[in-house]
């Protein structure tokens, strides 16, 4: 599976939009973007995935550049409880093998 | 959100003893996984199964079982617990061209 590359830590203002950057420069053409969060060690928890169009879901947006080398994960109005690793992971949409997590993103929300 | 469980969610046990961490989930998956991941550290895949009698093991080596009998779940057996195996324990299920989700995790602490 590709390499993803995560800033180690970022912080952010509550109330205001998470912008969360993943370099995967070395992604294939069958391979996804797909991006976990963890919080307080629980299990990580499925936020959104896609290919190369932008997605949206109830949680967060996923900005995909043309190339595909980068990504973006949109959490429109952060709270508190989005404190949280983040984790951007690139693995094939229907392979046999299971995503393999990094060292993630730590996001702090800020009151 | 997603149906699978894990217990116990805590477990404190003596060296020596036998253990097994359960892992059931109601979703008729196919692939079902175990990670393990020490307190701040990254998640490592230790077992994974693509259905019924299929077990594999995966990138970390551990010292631990499973067993897939049937489906829905998916134990993990420590036959003599040390405190080496001190850590958390995380389950998760899923069927090709879907995202895995996770259980809660199992905390392990052996004295």
């Known amino acids: 599976d590709a390499k993803t590359t995560q800033p180690t830590s970022m912080d952010c203002a509550e109330g205001r939009a998470a912008n969360l950057p993943c370099n995967h420069s070395?992604?294939?053409?069958?391979?996804?973007v797909y991006w976990y969060r963890q919080i307080h060690s629980q299990g990580p928890q499925y936020i959104i995935h896609?290919?190369?169009n932008n997605e949206t879901n109830e949680m967060a947006s996923l900005i995909i550049t043309e190339d595909r080398k980068s990504s973006t994960l949109i959490l429109p109005h952060a709270t508190l409880r989005d404190t949280a690793v983040y984790y951007c992971?690139?693995?094939?949409?229907?392979?046999?093998?299971?995503?393999?997590f990094g060292s993630g993103t730590r996001l702090q929300v800020q009151p | 959100e997603a149906d699978i469980y894990q217990t116990p969610r805590y477990l404190v046990i003596g060296t020596g003893k036998k253990i097994t961490l359960e892992c059931s989930q109601t979703?008729?998956?196919?692939?079902m996984y175990w990670y393990q991941q020490d307190p701040g550290m990254e998640l490592h895949l230790i077992h994974y199964s693509y259905g019924v009698n299929s077990t594999e093991k995966g990138d970390l080596s551990s010292e631990s079982t499973v067993s897939r009998i049937r489906t829905e779940h998916f134990p993990l057996t420590l036959e003599s617990a040390r405190p080496s195996h001190t850590s958390q324990y995380l389950c998760?299920?899923?069927?090709?061209?879907?995202?895995?989700?996770f259980g809660q995790g199992t905390r392990l602490t052996v004295v």
């Open positions: 979703m008729g998956h196919d692939k």
């Open positions: 992971i690139v693995a094939p949409y229907t392979g046999r093998r299971a995503l393999t």
């Open positions: 896609g290919l190369k």
């Open positions: 070395t992604i294939s053409g069958n391979e996804y």
């Open positions: 998760a299920s899923s069927v090709p061209g879907q995202p895995a989700f």
